[in-house]
């Protein structure tokens, strides 16, 4: 039984079709196909109930998926343990923020792949909060505090954010100093998000509204620098603004405590090796970065 058909396999199972599998492996549809055909030829049973949407798991193919996942784990495993001291490869698929993603992580991932050649990384960048199981990551780089799920996470850095306007805003509508001022301004939002400030050595939560949201970080920081509210933003996105004077900080008796930088996984019993590396080269970057370390100027 070949290793590739099974991975083949899960893969489908788990994205539901032939093409979102093919895609996560890097290759033809049609050369999936014909892994999955060798495979039920091979038992003797039909594993996938193909229909004009994807692919479904057949009772048989329900109860197989999990020992063919067993497997390819293992096979992984074994091939980590008997490859030479530093060596990687086989594939590393990685989920990232794109605020921070492209900019502050991108050049550890390239150096990750530069170092090891046989490996191959493919990581998407997006906002979306990735469902790791069910679109096939074995991990996802995420910022900001984390919520209770049953993903295993490794905290890899620090981060910092700043409540700032830009100075117009401040001369047009005043520079609240009350969280009860603050709840009366324009904030600037990804969403219905909670914000959590500091009072003292008490944390507090508000749930402050706006007329203006975006699902990214660089679209609020561009809204504030326009005059349109109050954000709450990273430091390691805001420093040049803040060096300029296009953004002020705002709301210094209540500052925003500080978040993580993690690297999450799906749970199982051991990290791989190429999520271990991948997240020690994490930890190197963000304690040398200037860009995970408190403006001195917010």
Known sequence: ??????????????????????????????????????????????????????????????????????????????????????ELRGR???????????????????????????????????????????????????????????????????????LVSSPSYVEAHGSPETIEELLTHQILMQGTETWQLMDGDRIIAIHPQGRFKADNSIALVAAAAAGLGIARLPDGLIHEHLASGALIPVMKRHPIPPAGAYVVRPPGQHPSRKIRVLTELLIEHCEQSPYFARASFA
């Open 1 to 86: 039984m070949d290793i590739e058909e099974l991975r083949t396999f899960v893969e489908v199972a788990d994205a539901g079709g032939v093409s979102p599998a093919a895609l996560r492996l890097g290759v033809a549809k049609s050369i999936v196909s014909r892994r999955l055909l060798r495979l039920e030829q091979e038992l003797g049973v039909q594993l996938l109930a193909r229909t004009t949407r994807g692919a479904a798991l057949t009772e048989a193919g329900a109860t197989f998926r999990d020992y063919a996942a067993r497997v390819c784990a293992e096979i992984d495993m074994a091939r980590e343990t008997i490859l030479p001291t530093g």
């Open 92 to 162: 590393l698929r990685i989920s990232a923020n794109l605020s921070f993603g492209p900019t502050h992580f991108a050049p550890v991932i390239a150096e990750m792949a530069r170092r090891h050649p046989q490996l191959h990384i493919h990581t998407c960048y997006s906002d979306h909060m990735a469902d790791l199981i069910a679109e096939g990551y074995d991990c996802a780089i995420r910022l900001g505090y984390l919520p209770d799920s049953t993903l295993l996470a490794r905290r890899v850095g620090t981060i910092y954010g700043t």
